[in-house]
């Protein structure tokens, strides 16, 4: 049994509309010893973003001289690279004893039908991220939310600071139906020995939400405080690019108010500045050289129309001509809008072949379609020397594993190896 | 023609967009609006003041690029990262004679340079309204005198102070209080904020260019009477002095947008030398002034301010600041003055109206005396020329702001 059978497994065998069960994770947590581990906690919840809050924060905390263990989801290339120590991905040994472990206790736990639900991947990959934080003695652990708040396996670990990125409708339906809902699900993150709580700027109707949810959740002692852009004072050409800026930005104020709850003193200049100039996270904005060619990539995995424009702006900014696009986004996610932002541009559509995603609505007639599988170095190559790789984090991962693309590891921690650098373009 | 020059061209970028003119975008300002994945994926902050120009008619304006992610923009028939929305006022500025239509190519020159921020040293003696560059990082950037910055979508418009150490080269170097009004947070040893910083624009002659133009041409007559009323103005004020203060506008009092009033904090009214309900002016840059009422400042916070002011993103887009710094601007002064609703501004008095307030006070007494005495008294002119004289340095002497020397006072 490999170790993606342990952490899929339930999810796989799952019934027509059954749901992940929290209590079946409790049970598990508990089983495990993992209910009273003793490291501060730092979790991300929102709609879009927390991956890349999460990595700064770490980098900011690894900076400090902090052993950080951080868990995010989904992987690009690997499964491994949900959990990470100091920035850099766990082994394969690792995961298999990891997984060995899950395996070991889920096994005494009661059958499913007892608690009504399957154990999720997401939160499966969290139980084994705070094994291995509890392992390898770290100091601090950083858990980005796989989907909700409240809802997911993070509420399981008490955090002492929580950084909520933006919050949007989304997953309505599966959270709540309303926006309301999402937010108070976000918020429910959010315990009574939570000491601090950062977050990005919010709409009007969800500030509200989340500030009465939190006044509720810790008796009133606790108020969002707002990460205002720039407002860390950190120099902008230290900070992630484009959209991302105010998450990168996020996850620095979580983990300097981390180090300040816990007494730690925060990172010297000296220190940070290799640190965070060394932050690579790929699929976001990254850019790379397929081997063997002259060709150049930027991938990002942007799903609806904003997020595309800022990659075509900063791919323009970059080469200042992009000779091709390469999109694939399933039915579900704003294909009309990249339509319209892609109407000037030569595309290539590529298509998923997962059952669970549908590829059906109609295309312009001036783009070509091919199938994932039938992606090749020599192809991209063919398309022209500046791509642009833009799509669901599956389909960007593919590529990304197309160029080898480093994805072991996503900063340099002050006592860690060197990240390899990776082609940029000017 | 404008031009915001550069003697380094890496330090204004150019960027191709197309207008959108599906629906009118009013501003009181020349304002042109990029969606907000645009901004974020080129480094722009609100408010910064940038150049387009009309790809049919060659013609330039300056204006203030904004970001948004309103609804109208789902329905964008061509690609944000392409697509520009100019406001009628911008348009007006451009001066094409022709109505706005879409499609229209726009070339849009941004500044694109950051230094990072230094404090200023005890022995510089940086005013607040000034900032110190080192004079290579002046040439480089093809500033002059004058210079705007930008943080965070809080713009500027200072003086330049030219430094000559090499420690400041590649900094800039902002006072503390300047800091506060930009909200600049404080830093970490070599760990710095960056200013976004640009030369301030021109016209091709050098002279310093208006935001908001006065779209007329004035009369002869008034002409004439603007050189008297600024040449008495500068007269009377290197006479009686006239200090000023830099303050960050915020949003007017309910009820005097329309107004020419400013509210000014009460304490700061002895140390301009005016009093309430006296007129000030309120200066953003060279040469770009408006007159306004100086009111004092309320004792409310921004928790009396109704919810609807706080929308969207705006939440946090500048932070909070003591009230001492502040100054309530109505939205017509800021459109003579052609600055966004948050922005650097400088407020000093204007002398000639006290001078006449004073003398108007004071012309009954005083003219009585005089008919008195020239009615009992035979004098020379001399003797009577020095004596009105001296009755009007005794009058006006209350009105002078005395000097801050470095002397002490024994």
């Not at chain 2, 300002?29 to 910064?48: E, I, K, N, Q, R």
């Not at chain 2, 190519?105 to 607040?128: C, F």
Request: charged share 20%; glycine share 8%.
């Amino acid at each position: 049994m490999t170790s993606d059978d342990v952490f899929f497994r339930e999810w796989r065998d799952r019934s027509p509309g059954e749901q992940r069960s929290l209590s079946r994770a409790r049970a598990l947590v508990a089983q495990s010893g993992l209910h009273d581990v003793d490291i501060p906690v730092v979790t991300f919840v929102g709609s879009k973003g927390k991956g890349t809050a999460a990595t700064y924060a770490s980098a900011y905390l690894a900076a400090s001289g902090l052993r950080v263990v951080t868990v995010t989801s989904p992987s690009y290339r690997s499964n491994r690279e949900r959990i990470r120590l100091s920035g850099k991905a766990i082994t394969a040994d690792e995961l298999n004893k990891l997984a060995a472990v899950i395996d070991q206790q889920a096994g005494r736990l009661p059958a499913r039908a007892a608690h009504e639900g399957y154990l999720s991947p997401v939160g499966l990959f969290t139980l084994a991220g705070v094994i291995h934080a509890r392992d390898k003695d770290a100091d601090v652990l950083v858990l980005e939310a796989g989907r909700g708040g409240h809802s997911d396996e993070v509420s399981l670990f008490p955090p002492a600071v929580v950084g909520m990125t933006s919050i949007f409708a989304e997953h309505l339906g599966q959270i709540g139906r309303w926006i309301d809902a999402v937010a108070l699900d976000k918020a429910g993150s959010i315990v009574d020995t939570t000491r601090s709580v950062v977050s990005s700027p919010q709409t009007p109707e969800v500030w509200r939400t989340i500030s009465a949810a939190i006044a509720a959740r810790t008796n009133g002692r606790l108020e969002p405080a707002v990460v205002a852009p720039l407002s860390s004072g950190i120099p902008l050409s230290l900070l992630a690019t484009g959209i991302s800026q105010m998450n990168s930005e996020l996850g620095i104020s979580a983990a300097q108010r981390l180090l300040d709850v816990t007494t730690h003193s925060r990172p010297r200049a000296r220190e940070l500045i290799p640190v965070l100039q060394s932050v690579s996270i790929p699929g976001r904005l990254s850019w790379h050289a397929v081997p063997g060619t002259s060709t150049e990539i930027l991938a990002d995995s942007a799903i609806n129309r904003a997020g595309i424009a800022v990659a075509i702006t900063v791919a323009q900014g970059g080469w200042h001509q992009v000779d091709h696009v390469l999109l694939c986004l399933p039915d579900h996610k704003d294909l009309p809008g990249a339509i319209v932002e892609l109407a000037d541009m030569t595309v290539t559509f590529v298509r998923l072949p997962h059952d669970h995603l549908r590829f059906d609505r109609g295309l312009p007639d001036s783009w070509d379609t091919v199938d994932a599988d039938d992606l090749t170095r020599d192809m991209l190559a063919d398309l022209g020397p500046r791509l642009v790789v833009v799509g669901t984090v599956y389909f960007v991962g593919r590529v990304l594993d197309l160029v080898q693309a480093d994805t072991e590891c996503l900063f340099t921690s002050p006592d860690g190896d060197p990240t390899p650098a990776q082609p940029r373009a000017t | 023609m404008t031009v915001i020059k550069a003697a380094d061209s890496s330090s204004i970028r150019t960027v191709e967009f197309v207008t959108d003119a599906r629906q009118p975008l009013m501003a009181q300002v020349p304002t042109v609006h990029l969606h907000s994945s645009t901004m974020a994926a080129l480094g722009l902050s609100d408010f910064t003041l940038s150049t387009i120009q009309d790809g049919e008619s060659g013609r330039t304006c300056t204006v203030w690029v904004v970001g948004n992610s309103e609804p109208l923009w789902d329905d964008c028939p061509t690609p944000w990262h392409r697509t520009i929305r100019v406001s009628a006022s911008a348009w007006r500025a451009l001066g094409t004679g022709q109505p706005v239509r879409s499609g229209r190519s726009t070339v849009l020159s941004y500044p694109a340079a950051r230094l990072p921020v230094k404090g200023v040293l005890a022995e510089q003696l940086i005013a607040d309204d000034e900032i110190g560059l080192h004079y290579d990082d002046v040439v480089r950037l093809g500033i002059g005198q004058w210079v705007v910055v930008n943080y965070n979508g809080v713009p500027a418009a200072c003086r330049v102070r030219r430094l000559r150490s090499s420690a400041d080269l590649g900094f800039v170097r902002l006072p503390l209080y300047t800091r506060t009004l930009l909200g600049i947070p404080s830093w970490s040893p070599g760990l710095r904020p960056e200013v976004l910083i640009a030369a301030f624009p021109v016209t091709e002659r050098g002279a310093p260019l208006l935001i908001a133009p006065v779209l007329w041409k004035p009369a002869r007559a008034q002409r004439i009477t603007g050189t008297i009323g600024t040449f008495t103005d500068r007269i009377t004020t290197w006479m009686l002095r006239a200090p000023s203060t830099v303050l960050r506008t915020v949003e007017a009092t309910p009820g005097e947008d329309q107004g020419l009033t400013v509210r000014l904090p009460a304490e700061l009214f002895p140390l301009l030398g005016t009093s309430p309900g006296r007129q000030v002016y309120v200066e953003w840059g060279p040469r770009n002034r408006s007159i306004a009422t100086a009111l004092a400042m309320g004792q409310e916070t921004e928790h009396d301010l109704p919810d609807f002011q706080i929308v969207g993103d705006r939440l946090a887009h500048a932070t909070a600041l003591p009230s001492f710094a502040q100054v309530r601007v109505g939205a017509t002064t800021r459109a003579t003055l052609g600055v966004p609703r948050i922005a650097v501004v400088s407020v000093r008095r204007r002398v000639v109206p006290l001078i006449i307030g004073r003398l108007n006070e004071l012309i009954i007494p005083v003219t009585g005396l005089s008919l008195g005495i020239a009615a009992r008294v035979h004098l020379r002119l001399w003797v009577l020329v020095i004596g009105i004289a001296a009755v009007l340095i005794l009058l006006l002497a209350p009105l002078r702001v005395r000097r801050a020397d470095l002397r002490r006072v024994r």
